[in-house]
């Protein structure tokens, strides 16, 4: 994954004032845990789900920065934190060009980011196969299925997840079905009062706040 980070926070270890990733020291305790309809969702040939999370322990990797959980509890662990990656805006594409009705041309976006990940090696050595969904016929609304599977699996734990369900317009589906009080309301923040104040009335707070 490193070969690919656009954009992240450089955290360093040892530093004085620390710049540790500070998140690390709550791997353990529950907190970061992952459900199991997602682990559940990876294909069993899929080598992402082993570089995400080691299951048995409930370590996630992509947050401790490595695949044998060096860093869980460490307050100054070195693991930086990625917010923009390339895989990511590749499926930026596919889904404005399945949104804009280029199924095709989106799915084989898609595609190649699961090809790459079927080049990867599992942590044994081992290489496995995955679907391939350019050239099935699938219609625009498979596709896009397709597109909010291909986004959970391949950026679990980079904090996408809220902000993809929300803007697809599935948050309130999704989450309460996993028992989380998700409202209508919260598909968008409220407006700061101040904000409200200075408009002389001209702007009115979001519903629910």
């Known amino acids: 994954?490193?070969?690919?980070?656009?954009?992240?926070?450089?955290?360093?270890?040892?530093?004085?004032?620390?710049?540790?990733?500070?998140?690390?020291?709550?791997?353990?305790?529950?907190?970061?845990?992952?459900?199991?309809?997602?682990?559940?969702?990876?294909?069993?040939?899929?080598?992402?789900?082993?570089?995400?999370?080691?299951?048995?322990?409930?370590?996630?990797?992509?947050?401790?920065?490595?695949?044998?959980?060096?860093?869980?509890?460490?307050?100054?662990?070195?693991?930086?934190?990625?917010?923009?990656?390339?895989?990511?805006?590749?499926?930026?594409?596919?889904?404005?060009?399945?949104?804009?009705g280029q199924v095709e041309a989106g799915l084989e976006i898609v595609d190649q980011i699961r090809m790459r990940a079927e080049n990867t090696p599992s942590l044994d050595g081992s290489n496995g196969e995955l679907e391939m969904y350019s050239g099935s016929g699938l219609s625009q609304e498979q596709a896009l299925e397709v597109l909010y599977k291909e986004r959970r699996l391949e950026l679990g734990f980079e904090s996408h997840r809220i902000n993809d369900l929300k803007r697809w317009g599935i948050a309130d589906e999704v989450l309460t079905e996993m028992g989380k009080n998700f409202q209508e309301y919260n598909y968008l923040y409220p407006i700061p009062q101040g904000e409200i104040d200075r408009s002389g009335g001209q702007i009115e707070q979001n519903p629910g706040y």
């Open 1 to 100: 994954m490193e070969d690919e980070v656009i954009f992240a926070y450089d955290h360093r270890a040892e530093l004085n004032p620390s710049k540790g990733n500070g998140l690390a020291a709550l791997m353990g305790w529950g907190f970061v845990a992952p459900t199991e309809n997602f682990v559940n969702a990876f294909e069993d040939d899929d080598p992402r789900l082993e570089y995400t999370i080691e299951t048995e322990t409930q370590s996630p990797h992509k947050l401790l920065g490595s695949t044998d959980s060096q860093y869980k509890g460490n307050d100054d662990s070195p693991g930086n934190k990625v917010y923009i990656r390339y895989a990511d805006v590749l499926l930026w594409k596919a889904e404005a060009l399945i949104e804009t």
